[in-house]
Every structure is written in C-alpha cells, then in structure tokens.
C-alpha cells in the first residue's frame, strides 16, 4: 500500500506538466480567437474601431442584425446546400472506388491507388490554378472536349459565369481533392471484412447487393459515419478554392459561401462586429456537426 | 468470373487516367510554350517542349516564397510534433481527472475551422505587431495541427502495448527508461507519419497565411500561386507560367506524400477508424 500511494500521485502531476504546451498553444491560438469573438460580435466594431475608437456594447445586435438580413440566409442556405451534396456525392463514388478495388487485380488496384494518391496529394491552390485553366471558357480541355461530342455546343462556354455551374465546377474540384482520402478510409475498412465471412454469405447464397447492404455496409458503418461527418465538416470550409474560382470569374456577392462573406465582411467592410458574429455562427455549425463524431470517438475511446 | 474481373480492371484504369488527369495536365502544360497553349486544339504531350515557363516563373518572389514556406513549416512542424507527442503519451499512458475533457477539447478545437476565427486571429497577431512575421502564422498553425497531430500519435502510443513496457520496468528499467527503450522507436512510424501531416498541412495552408500576410514580401508559395490566378482578371494569362508555378509548388510536396504515403495513410485511417 505505502509503495503504490505516492507513484499515483506522480504518476497525476506527470500528465499534467505533459500537457501544459499544447494546452499553451490551443489557449493562444484558438482559445483567446474564440473568445475574443464573442465578446466582439456583442459589439458595435467598425471602422471607427479599427482606429482606436472604443468599441461600445450593443448586446444581440449584430445577430438581430443578421437574422433579418436576406443575404446571410442565402448565403448559409448556398453554403449548406454545397456541403451536403458535394459529401455525399464524395462518400458514394468514394466508397464505389474501395469496393471496386477489391475486384480486380493487383495490378490494376495499384494504377488506381497511385492515381487517387496523386490527386490527394497535389496542395490545394496549385489544384485550383490547374482546375481553372481545366474549365477556361476558350481554351480549356474540359469544353474542347464536351464540344467533340456530337450536338453539344461547348465552345466558350463560361462555367464561372453563373452561380449555378459556378458551384457545379467548385464542387466537381473538391469531389476530386476528397475521393482518395474516402476511398483509401473505406477500402482499409473494407479489407478487415474477413474473407470467411464473404465466403460464408457466398455459399449462403447472398448475391453481390445483398452482401453489400447485409454483411459489408453495417461492418464497415463506424468508417463510413467517421468519413461521412468528416466531409461535411471540410465542405464547410471550402474557403480556398471559392476564393480562387472567384478570382478567376466573378467578385459578386451572389458567389459566396460563409467563409469569403466572413472575409468580406471583415475585410472590405471592415465590419468586425458583423464578421465576429457570422464566425460564432460558422463554428456553432461545425461544432453542432462535429458532435455526433466526437461522441462515436469518445466511446470507442472509453471501450 | 474472370472476365468480370478484367472488365473492372479495365475501368479500374479508365477511372484512374480520368483522375490522375489534372495532374498530368499541370505538368503538360507546364512544358509547352504561350504560343501552342493560345492554340484552340489543346496539346495532349509536352512535344516540342520548353523550360522557358520554369525559367520566367522562378524569379526573386518565388525565392522570397520559398524561404517563407520552409522557415514557417519548419517552425510548425517542429513544435507541433514535440507537444503533440508528449500530449498523446499523457492522454494514452496515464488515466487523470481532467483527462477525458482534454481529449474532448481536443477534437472540438481540431473541427475548429479557419474561416470561423481568421477575424480574431488577425486582430490579436496584429496587435502584437506580428502580421507579416514567421511567428505569427506558426502559432496559429501549430494550434490548428497539433489536436490531429495528438490524436493521430495517441493512436500510435496506444498501440504499443503497455505489457512490453512494464515487462521491461520488471527487469530494472525505470519507467522513463522502459518508455525511452522500449515504446519510443516503436513510435518512430507515428512520428514520421504525423511530421508528414503537419508538414503538409502547413505547407499548403492558404486561409490564415492569406490573412496573416498582408505584403507579397512576406508571402508564401501558396499565396504567390494565387497571384497568377489574381493577375489574370486584368491581363491575358500565360497558362504555360501559371502550370510551371504550380508545378514547382505540387512537385516536392507529391513526392514527398508519396514516399511516405503509406505510413500517413494507415496513420489517417488509424486516427479515423481506430478511434
């Protein structure tokens, strides 16, 4: 007894000191942002403000403000819109991949693998500047090649120009950054499937969609949920790649997602007020999303 | 069954020429002069090729780019792995009151995203005077790695049996010193592949550098590509120069994913299917 007592005790304080520099960082980085922005979007924060002016208190105001404001509504309508279909779009043809790379041969899994990790890996923006001159109105292969095909007429087609095929491209473009990483989760998933169960459905006489939807999906659900709720978090945050499709087409406000309108808020409007407040609302959203993952973690944390 | 087999196989490579597509596009381009590109047929191969792109684009700013990728992702990188590290090993080798709230702050933080704190990031690094500044942009970048990071190497301390470790505490060894031999080179492969990650993550970070470095002195690659795309609204883009630069700033990153590829994935896939 006398010998296990004080190890415990050092064994609380080690952790602890353990800790202390992330915990350092998370508070400077992201604590005292977080902070500071509730406590600014409660507060009349413009351009007088910029210049020392105090900022005076104006309680819910900016929210009132927001809430009646028909812009915001659009643009988080256009923002959550954009998200749930890009990621489900990406989970499907994700997880079609991974099944289908347990359907061919070695040889042919490993072009694909290679592929998708080429595209995983190429940094956002150099993406981006390749997808743009992809989707260039004159000369772009994308239209060079629809127009080939027979009673299409793609010539000068201007995807940027509108926000309907405006969102079609930057959705196609993070679908293609997204894939691999899906495909890759659900495939590892998919390989801890054991074979015996396979077989055993088999000789049940499971065809290849029963086997889908009664043996493979509910083994590999935990990754699927995981990968799913990840997307839509990322989606979210498609800050990168709007603004960039933005530079290449249009400035107008009727192409922002929350994350340029936020940037535009705080920086031409140079409303910090305004901008603090749509940012609480950006994180209560990731965080009401996040939810449902980090609950799946912490139980298989606590197991 | 056979033919079944080759058939997806078959589509298998369709699939991923369509996909590997961009990339060879941006390096194809990259190589073909202003005057094949202003052609309304595109050119599918690099023949005649030039590096005249990569000659024009690698001027003063993509050096001054570079130096501030490298200093900035160094000093990210390099802290954001020794907190991390010692964060995992105090969240998977000990149990403390306290401790299942630090690990649920941890994957709140790590969903955090940018787009929802640039505002007050900006605010409070120029305050300090550190807009423009390595230091700046590294802060924030290591608190935005580190929750993963900690998460990805908790799943790699974890997986060390804690058995082995006291084995060794049996035969002698203290519990640093069973720790230091016995679970840290086992480590080595989480640490290199959550190095990669953090590497990766801020090498191409592009929101909060955006807002963090106002000057084009201070820019990083990231930022200097997007002024290709910025320029182009008001003048004739040169796509040949715009691929060569992304090219130079896609090349070492791909290849460097793709040396370690395998480790980062089983570490990403362990972190999200693990738990």
Known sequence: MSTIAPRRRRANLTPRLLLIPAIAVLLLGMGYPVVWQIVTSTQEYGLAQQFGQPAPFVGLDNYLTLATNGGLWAVVARSLVFCIVTAFVTLAIGTLLALLMTAITKGARLVLQVALLLAWSMPVVAAMTVWIWLFDNRRGVINYLLDLIPGVEMNRYDWLATPLTFFIVASVIVI??????VAFSVYAGLTQVSDEVMEAAQLDGAN????????????IRPVISIVLLLQLIWDLRVFTQ?????????????????????????????????????????????????????????????? | MRTRKMLLSALAIVIALVWVFPVYWMVNSSFLSNAVLQSFIPTFFPFPGTVSNFTAVADPSFFSALGMSVAITLTAVFFCIIFAFLAAVAISRFRFRGRKSFVIAVLVVQMLPAEGLFIAQYKMVSSVGLLDSVIGVSVIYVAAVVPFTIWMLRGFVAGVPADLEEAAMVDGLSRFGAFM????????????????????????????ALVLLPSEAAHTLPLWLRGFVQASATRETDWGQVMAASTLVAVPVIIFFLIVQGRLTSGLVSGAVKG
């Open chain 2, 181 to 208: 031999r016995i679970t840290f080179p086992l480590l080595a492969p989480g640490l290199v592949a959550s190095g990669v990650y953090a590497f990766l993550q801020a090498w191409n970070e592009f929101t909060v």
């Open chain 1, 176 to 181: 293609w950054m997204s894939v691999p990483f």
């Open chain 1, 208 to 219: 290849g969609w029963q086997r889908f939807w009664g043996i493979i999906l509910p083994m």
């Open chain 1, 242 to 303: 709007i603004t960039m499709l933005k530079d290449a087409g249009s400035k107008s406000g009727d192409y922002d997602l929350l994350g340029t309108y936020i940037y535009k808020l705080g920086t031409s409007a140079q409303d910090f007020g305004m901008a603090s407040a749509v940012s609480i609302l950006v994180l209560a959203l990731t965080i009401a999303l996040s939810w449902f993952y980090i609950r799946g973690l912490l139980k298989e944390d606590e197991a």
